[in-house]
């Protein structure tokens, strides 16, 4: 069985991002290592056990490959990853508490209930919760 390890989302400033996927959004820190010179290796993982053995990389956004993606992804006001909610309205609420703009207000979107916010480092992101 094949299973998805890690998948990697481009940020403007790693440690920023490290501070709102965690203090934020809830996710926990996986590997957080000083590279040396200002660089980072960091991942996060879903809190609390949930999925073990996937990660998300906070990786470096700028570059050649990387800016042009970050840059259609922003125009198209694509999210860059979906992440799961139980209750897309009570994450919503919290985190709207807690200042996270939000780019789209929870709206139903076929068999899901979805919004988008901003993670503050050059991403949309969307929540999603299945409704069936």
């Known amino acids: 069985m094949i299973k998805v390890a890690m998948t990697s989302v ?18 926990e820190t996986r590997i957080h290592l000083d590279l040396g010179g200002g660089a980072l290796f ?3 993982g879903a809190a609390e056990g949930a999925q073990p053995d996937l990660q998300l990389l ?13 840059t259609a992804l922003r125009e198209a006001a694509l999210p860059c990853i979906v992440f ?3 209750d897309l309205n009570a994450e919503y609420a919290r985190l709207t508490a807690l200042g996270v703009h939000f780019a789209q207000s929870p709206q139903r979107q076929g068999p ?3 919004a988008v916010l901003d993670d503050t480092v050059g991403n949309y992101v969307q929540l999603a919760q299945p409704t069936e």
């Open 84 to 86: 799961s909610v139980d």
């Open 58 to 70: 906070l990786e470096p956004g700028q570059g050649p490959i990387a800016e042009p993606y970050r």
């Open 42 to 44: 960091v991942t996060v």
């Open 112 to 114: 899901m209930l979805t």
């Open 10 to 27: 481009y940020v403007d400033d790693v440690a920023r991002a490290h501070a709102f996927y965690t203090e934020v959004l809830g996710f």
